[in-house]
C-alpha cells in the first residue's frame, strides 16, 4: 500500500484530477507493506485517514474479474480493519470507472460449461460489505459506470461524477441480468420508475440524471471535479468515528428484506443463464466477437 504525505491534503497528488484520464503511474510500495502498482488490478492508497482504493485495469475499463473481485474483498477487509482510515475512496483509472463484470470471462465460463454464480455471488458479497462499512465510502466516478459497475457505486454512501459520465444497468443490452443489486438497490437509490426504466431498456444516462433522487451528489468537471471530491471527502472526515459507524448500522435497519432480495436477485440470474431461450451463451458471443 502506498502510503502519502502524512501532511498531504486527503487527495492523492495528481490522483484526484487524473481521476477519468490515464492511468496515474503508481509508486513502488515501501518496505514491508502490501501496495499495488501498475501492473496489479487494485493499487491501494493511503493518505492521512483516507485509503484510495484504484481499479486498475484500465484496458479492459476496470470490469470485474475474480482478480479484481478478490483484490477489492481483500482491500474492503483491510480498510474496514484499519483504525486509522475514516473514509474509503473507490475510483477507477483509465477511460472509466468500472464497465461491469469482465464479459470475457462468462463468457469463457459458458463455452467451458461453468457456473457463473460462484463468481457473481463473491461480487455481490462484497458490495454488501461496503454498503455495511462502518466508515463512509465514497465513490469517484467518470467515463462509464455500468452493470457491475452501477452495482458498486449503489453499494457506496455517497458518489461523486465528473462530468460527461454516463451511468445506467445495461445487462439487458447483452442478454443477462442483475446479479450483485442493480434490481434490489437501484429502485431504492433512484426512485423505482426510473430504475425500471434503466433495467429493461439498458440506457445510459448522464450522471446530472441522477442528481435530482441525490444517488450522485455532485457533478463538475476538471478541476471543479477535484475540489468537489475533495470538499466532499473532507466533510465526511470532518466527522469521523463511532457515531458514523452507528448511522451506517441504523440506515442498515430500513434494509431488512435486503439479503433476501439479492438472493432472489442471484437466483434468478443463474435461471436465465440456463434457459435455452434466452441463448445468454450466444449473447456473450456476440459481444465478444463484436470487441475481437
Same mark, same amino acid.
Request: aromatic residues 4%; glycine residues 12%.
Given at each position: 500500500?502506498?502510503?502519502?504525505?502524512?501532511? @498531504?491534503?486527503?487527495?492523492?497528488?495528481?490522483?484526484?484530477?487524473?481521476?477519468?484520464?490515464?492511468?496515474?503511474?503508481?509508486?513502488?510500495?515501501?518496505?514491508?507493506?502490501?501496495?499495488?502498482?501498475?501492473?496489479?488490478? =487494485?493499487?491501494? *492508497?493511503?493518505?492521512?485517514?483516507?485509503?484510495?482504493?484504484?481499479?486498475?485495469?484500465?484496458?479492459?475499463?476496470?470490469?470485474?474479474?475474480?482478480?479484481?473481485?478478490?483484490?477489492?474483498? *481483500?482491500?474492503?477487509?483491510?480498510?474496514?480493519?484499519?483504525?486509522?482510515?475514516?473514509?474509503?475512496?473507490?475510483?477507477?483509472?483509465?477511460?472509466?470507472?468500472?464497465?461491469?463484470?469482465? =464479459?470475457?470471462? #462468462?463468457?469463457?465460463?459458458?463455452?467451458?460449461?461453468?457456473?457463473?454464480?460462484?463468481?457473481?455471488?463473491?461480487?455481490?458479497?462484497?458490495?454488501?460489505?461496503?454498503?455495511? =462499512?462502518?466508515?463512509?465510502?465514497? %465513490?469517484?466516478?467518470?467515463?462509464?459506470?455500468?452493470?457491475?459497475?452501477?452495482?458498486?457505486?449503489?453499494?457506496?454512501?455517497?458518489?461523486?461524477?465528473?462530468?460527461?459520465? =454516463?451511468?445506467?444497468?445495461?445487462?439487458?443490452?447483452?442478454?443477462?441480468?442483475?446479479? %450483485?443489486?442493480?434490481?434490489?438497490?437501484?429502485?431504492?437509490?433512484?426512485?423505482?420508475?426510473?430504475?425500471?426504466?434503466?433495467?429493461?431498456?439498458?440506457?445510459?444516462?448522464?450522471?446530472?440524471?441522477?442528481?435530482?433522487?441525490?444517488?450522485?451528489?455532485?457533478?463538475?468537471?476538471?478541476?471543479?471535479?477535484?475540489?468537489?471530491?475533495?470538499?466532499?471527502?473532507?466533510? #465526511?472526515? %470532518?466527522? @469521523?468515528?463511532?457515531?458514523?459507524?452507528?448511522?451506517?448500522?441504523?440506515?442498515?435497519?430500513?434494509?431488512?428484506?435486503?439479503?433476501?432480495?439479492?438472493?432472489?436477485?442471484?437466483?434468478?440470474?443463474?435461471?436465465?443463464?440456463?434457459?435455452?431461450?434466452?441463448?445468454?451463451?450466444?449473447?456473450?458471443?456476440?459481444?465478444?466477437?463484436?470487441? @475481437?
Amino acid at each position: 500500500m502506498r502510503q502519502l504525505g502524512e501532511t @498531504s491534503p486527503p487527495v492523492p497528488p495528481g490522483g484526484l484530477a487524473a481521476a477519468g484520464e490515464q492511468a496515474v503511474p503508481a509508486a513502488p510500495a515501501p518496505a514491508g507493506q502490501a501496495g499495488g502498482g501498475r501492473d496489479e488490478c =487494485l493499487v491501494v *492508497e493511503q493518505d492521512g485517514d483516507v485509503r484510495w482504493l484504484w481499479l486498475n485495469r484500465p484496458d479492459r475499463r476496470n470490469a470485474l474479474d475474480p482478480a479484481l473481485g478478490a483484490a477489492l474483498a *481483500e482491500a474492503v477487509a483491510a480498510a474496514e480493519a484499519d483504525p486509522g482510515t475514516a473514509v474509503v475512496v473507490i475510483a477507477g483509472r483509465g477511460p472509466s470507472f468500472c464497465a461491469g463484470a469482465d =464479459l470475457r470471462h #462468462l463468457h469463457e465460463l459458458a463455452q467451458a460449461g461453468r457456473d457463473p454464480l460462484p463468481f457473481l455471488s463473491s461480487l455481490s458479497a462484497t458490495f454488501s460489505r461496503i454498503e455495511r =462499512l462502518a466508515k463512509p465510502v465514497v %465513490a469517484a466516478v467518470h467515463g462509464h459506470v455500468v452493470a457491475g459497475g452501477l452495482e458498486l457505486a449503489l453499494a457506496c454512501d455517497v458518489v461523486v461524477a465528473r462530468a460527461g459520465t =454516463l451511468i445506467g444497468d445495461g445487462h439487458v443490452r447483452n442478454n443477462l441480468l442483475p446479479a %450483485a443489486g442493480s434490481a434490489v438497490r437501484l429502485p431504492r437509490k433512484v426512485g423505482e420508475p426510473l430504475a425500471t426504466w434503466l433495467l429493461l431498456t439498458g440506457e445510459l444516462l448522464p450522471a446530472e440524471a441522477f442528481l435530482a433522487s441525490g444517488f450522485v451528489h455532485g457533478v463538475a468537471d476538471g478541476p471543479q471535479f477535484a475540489a468537489l471530491l475533495a470538499a466532499t471527502v473532507e466533510r #465526511l472526515r %470532518a466527522h @469521523s468515528g463511532p457515531a458514523h459507524a452507528r448511522v451506517k448500522q441504523l440506515l442498515a435497519l430500513g434494509r431488512s428484506g435486503q439479503a433476501h432480495a439479492l438472493a432472489r436477485e442471484l437466483s434468478t440470474f443463474g435461471v436465465h443463464w440456463n434457459d435455452p431461450p434466452a441463448d445468454t451463451a450466444g449473447a456473450l458471443a456476440r459481444f465478444v466477437e463484436g470487441r @475481437s
